[in-house]
């Protein structure tokens, strides 16, 4: 019984995680004009540097901008794409553009990450 009852936790658990992952992308209108932003309301960011469909933030950078993250099983929609981190790891790209937050963002609405590091960092636009 508590086997069937930890499968069925367990399947609707993926199902939960897949359908977030499907719908993590949303807009809002901020003082920088319309973003986009995660299931919390934060700016999402793109990165210069990130080429090829390939994140190039890694390790202290990804502290400083959190990847948004995609479910092991989270399918491409459209516009949307997934690119495999350096880890492993899965994370959402638009248009193949890999998308992260600031961690200086304190609550929505906030774009304090934009054009840092000399302007390599940019608000993820629709």
């Excluded at 199902?15 to 319309?34: E, H, P």
């Excluded at 399918?75 to 790209?93: L, N």
């Amino acid at each position: 019984m508590s086997r069937t009852l930890t499968l069925l936790a367990a399947a609707g658990f993926a199902l939960i995680a897949t359908a977030a992952s499907a719908q993590m992308l949303k807009t809002a209108d901020t003082a920088a004009g319309k973003t986009f932003v995660d299931a919390k309301g934060m700016t999402l960011y793109t990165f210069d540097k990130d080429a090829g469909g390939k994140s190039m933030c890694n390790g202290p950078c990804a502290t400083n901008w959190p990847p948004l993250m995609a479910a092991a099983d989270a399918k491409p929609t459209a516009d949307m794409t997934i690119v495999t981190r350096d880890d492993g790891s899965k994370m959402w790209a638009y248009k193949g553009k890999p998308l992260y937050t600031f961690a200086k963002d304190m609550k929505p609405g906030d774009t304090t990450g934009d054009g840092f590091l000399n302007g390599a960092w940019h608000i993820a636009k629709p």
